[in-house]
Each structure stands twice: as structure tokens, then as C-alpha cells.
């Protein structure tokens, strides 16, 4: 069974940065891919972004792309999201997910491309 936590959220204005990490524990050979999503309030729950777990290919959402970037430590077994520029429209809950299926890259950014969900950890951007 494969477990999912992240950690890094917080308060931060708008133009700063914090980096979100995701620890992965369990059957982490089966996860070809790991991903970010967000949900604000209100809203459906959508794509950040996405990288495999074995390679440096990654994938983004329009809206992030040049802000964020994401990363994994196969050592540590850690996907790490790094946001820099933070915006208001950033606020969300943000979470980490898992793949245990082999996919072309854009269906990646589908929620029910993934199996594994963490609990989500808490991003508020002031302005």
C-alpha cells in the first residue's frame, strides 16, 4: 500500500515562494508517476503538474508553467514542488497523488489517472 503525505504548506504573500514535499512510503516501484493537483474553494480540483518517478520528464499546468517546478529524490522517495512568484489565485489545498499505471503524458492531468491521494496540505497567498 502506497502512503502519501505532504508538508510545506502555509501563509505567504503574494510574490514569495514555498516548496511543497510529498514523502511516498510503500510500493513505490509501481508509481511510474507522481503529481501535484490544487482545490480551491468552490472549485473542482485541477492539475499542477506531473513527473516520473524513474525520469526528469515533466509535465505543467499553463498556469504555473515558469513559476513552479517539480522534482523527485528517488533516494528520499520525496516529489517536491517548488512555487515561486505566488499569487493570490495559487490559494488552494494542494495535493500530492500517485500513479500506479502507465498513461501518455497528458493524461497525466487527469484526476483519475491516479490511484494513491495524500491528505493535502493548506497554500494561502495574500495580495
Known amino acids: 500500500q502506497v502512503q502519501l503525505v505532504e508538508s510545506g504548506g502555509g501563509l505567504v504573500q503574494a510574490g514569495g515562494s514555498l516548496r511543497l514535499s510529498c514523502a511516498a512510503s510503500?510500493?513505490?516501484?509501481?508509481?511510474?508517476?507522481v503529481g501535484w493537483f490544487r482545490q480551491a474553494p468552490g472549485k473542482e480540483r485541477e492539475f499542477v503538474a506531473a513527473?516520473?518517478?524513474?525520469?526528469?520528464?515533466?509535465l505543467y499546468a499553463d498556469s504555473v508553467k515558469g513559476r513552479f517546478s517539480i522534482s523527485r529524490d528517488n533516494a528520499e522517495n520525496t516529489a517536491n514542488l517548488q512555487m515561486n512568484s505566488l499569487k493570490p489565485d495559487d490559494t488552494a489545498v494542494y495535493y500530492c497523488?500517485?500513479?500506479?499505471?502507465?498513461?501518455?503524458?497528458?493524461?497525466?492531468?487527469?484526476?483519475?489517472?491516479?490511484?494513491?491521494w495524500g491528505q493535502g496540505t493548506q497554500v494561502t497567498v495574500s495580495s
Open positions: 510503500g510500493l513505490t516501484s509501481s508509481m511510474p508517476v
Open positions: 497523488a500517485a500513479s500506479n499505471q502507465w498513461y501518455s503524458l497528458n493524461e497525466y492531468r487527469k484526476t483519475n489517472r491516479y490511484k494513491y
Open positions: 513527473i516520473y518517478w524513474s525520469s526528469s520528464v515533466t
